[in-house]
Nanobody, 132 residues
Framework: VQLQASGGGLVQPGGSLRLSCTAS????????IGWFRQAPGKEREGVSC????????YYAESVEGRFTISRDNAKRAVYLQMNSLKSEDTAVYYC??????????????????????????WGQGTQVTVSS
């Protein structure tokens, strides 16, 4: 199973984009889903996570107050609304399923966004470029 991120594009600083995360043959609504991003020459970093247990959300400090993660179980999708975009948000964005000991879980880490090694089912990401 692989997740598919979409919705990226080119946007000016201060603009907005909404990314979508979907999967075929897999129900996202039962699992915690995380958004990550990777800029050229940098490691993949966590952006946000949403649990499936109670909808709890977690954000990286760099995006707190600008990005909002949400899920629509009817559409089997998780979204990342990105507002007030900055040039440093430029990266390829990926979504993944959180796992504990290799098993998908409904919980995000209580300590915040755990590292990419705690997530799986990565698919192709979507490029977000913030530039004037």
């Amino acid at each position: 199973v692989q997740l598919q991120a979409s919705g990226g594009g080119l946007v000016q600083p201060g603009g907005s984009l909404r990314l979508s995360c979907t999967a075929s043959g897999f129900t996202l609504d039962s699992y915690a889903i995380g958004w990550f991003r990777q800029a050229p020459g940098k490691e993949r970093e966590g952006v946000s996570c949403i649990s499936a247990s109670d909808g709890s959300t977690y954000y990286a400090e760099s995006v707190e107050g600008r990005f909002t993660i949400s899920r629509d179980n009817a559409k089997r999708a998780v979204y990342l609304q990105m507002n007030s975009l900055k040039s440093e948000d430029t990266a390829v964005y990926y979504c993944g399923v959180r796992r504990v000991f290799g098993t998908p879980t409904m919980y995000c880490s209580i300590n915040g966004i755990s590292g990419p090694s705690d997530f799986g089912s990565w698919g192709q990401g979507t490029q977000v470029t913030v530039s004037s």
